[in-house]
C-alpha cells in the first residue's frame, strides 16, 4: 500500500478532491480500526489540540481518510491558504519514521487569487517546500517524481484567476442547468445598495469570488435543503457524467491521477489490478 496526502484550503476542496479519489474506487474511512497506521501519528491524542491549547471551537485537526487495498489517502483541510506550507512540512515530518514506510505522494491545491497570479502563488509554495528539501515543482498542475511525488494546483485551471467555485458552474451547466438558471437570477436579484442591508450583511457576498459562492451555495440548498455545500459535492452530481468531459475538470483529474499512480517500479507488478 502506499500514502498520499493532500493540503487543501477548505472542507468543500476536501469532498472536491474526494470525488476524483472515488473514481479510483477509493472509499471513506470512518472507523479508525480500517486505517491505515501509517497515518495514526496524526490521529488527536487529546483534546483540545495542541496541547496547551484550551480553544473548545477550534476544529478537530484530523484529515479525511480515503483507501482501497493499494492506496490510503489523507486529505487536509488546514483551514486558509496560510496554513497549506507548514501543515505540509509538519505531516511530513510526523508520518514518516526513521526506517519506517515513506510518503508516496504530497498534493497541494490551492485557489487562485485576484490579485496574485497562480504562477506567484505556485512559486510561493514551490518554493517553500523546496527550502525543506522537498522535490522542486516545475510549474502548476505538474507532477514531478520524488521521493515523495509533488504536484502544486492553482485552482480553477493553473493560470486563470479564480476559485473552485468556476469549476464547479461549469460543471453545473453540465449537470444542473436549469438550477445554475434559477440560482444566477436569485444571486443577480440582490441589490446590494438598497436598504436595509447594513454593511456587515454582505462583506462575504461583495468579495471577488462572494457571488460565484453565492451561485453555488444556492444550487446546493435546493439539492440539500440546510446542509453545507460540501455535502453537495460529496452526495450529489456535480462531478460526474459530462462534467468529467470539461477539459478544466480532465486538467485536475489528470493531476490527482499522475499523484495516485504507482511507482515506476512497481507498475509492472500492480498492472494487473486497478488501484
Not at 6 to 31: C, I, N, S, W, Y
Amino acid at each position: 500500500m502506499h500514502h498520499v496526502y493532500f493540503a487543501v484550503e477548505g472542507p468543500h476542496d476536501v469532498e472536491f478532491v474526494g470525488r476524483f479519489l472515488k473514481l479510483h474506487g477509493l472509499k471513506r474511512v470512518q472507523h479508525k480500526p480500517r486505517l491505515a497506521p501509517f497515518w495514526t501519528p496524526l490521529l488527536p491524542k487529546s483534546w483540545p489540540s495542541p496541547p496547551g491549547s484550551t480553544d473548545l471551537l477550534k476544529r478537530v485537526p484530523v484529515p479525511v481518510f480515503f483507501q482501497n487495498q493499494h492506496v490510503s489517502v489523507a486529505i487536509d483541510s488546514v483551514t486558509g491558504d496560510s496554513q497549506l506550507l507548514s501543515s505540509t512540512i509538519n505531516t511530513h515530518g510526523t508520518v514518516e519514521q526513521p526506517g519506517g514506510e515513506v510518503l508516496h505522494a504530497i498534493g497541494v491545491v490551492l485557489d487562485s487569487d485576484q490579485n496574485e497570479s497562480a504562477m506567484a502563488r505556485f512559486n510561493t509554495i514551490a518554493k517553500g517546500l523546496n527550502a525543506e528539501r522537498f522535490p522542486l515543482a516545475t510549474a502548476p498542475g505538474q507532477v514531478v517524481e520524488g521521493p515523495p511525488r509533488l504536484g502544486i494546483f492553482v485552482l480553477p485551471d493553473n493560470a486563470t484567476a479564480g476559485t473552485l467555485e468556476d469549476l464547479l458552474i461549469e460543471c453545473a451547466e453540465k449537470q444542473y442547468p436549469q438550477l445554475l438558471a434559477s440560482a444566477r437570477i436569485h444571486v443577480e436579484s440582490v441589490q446590494s445598495e438598497v436598504p436595509p442591508y447594513e454593511k456587515s450583511d454582505l462583506e462575504d457576498f461583495l468579495s471577488p469570488a462572494g457571488r460565484r459562492k453565492a451561485v453555488v451555495g444556492s444550487i446546493g440548498s435546493i439539492l440539500r435543503p440546510g446542509k453545507s455545500i460540501q455535502i453537495s459535492i460529496q452526495d450529489n452530481r456535480w462531478v460526474d457524467g459530462d462534467a468529467l468531459a470539461l477539459p478544466r475538470v480532465k486538467m485536475f483529474r489528470a493531476f490527482v491521477d499522475a499523484l495516485l499512480a504507482p511507482l515506476p517500479s512497481t507498475r509492472i507488478k500492480d498492472a494487473a489490478q486497478p488501484l
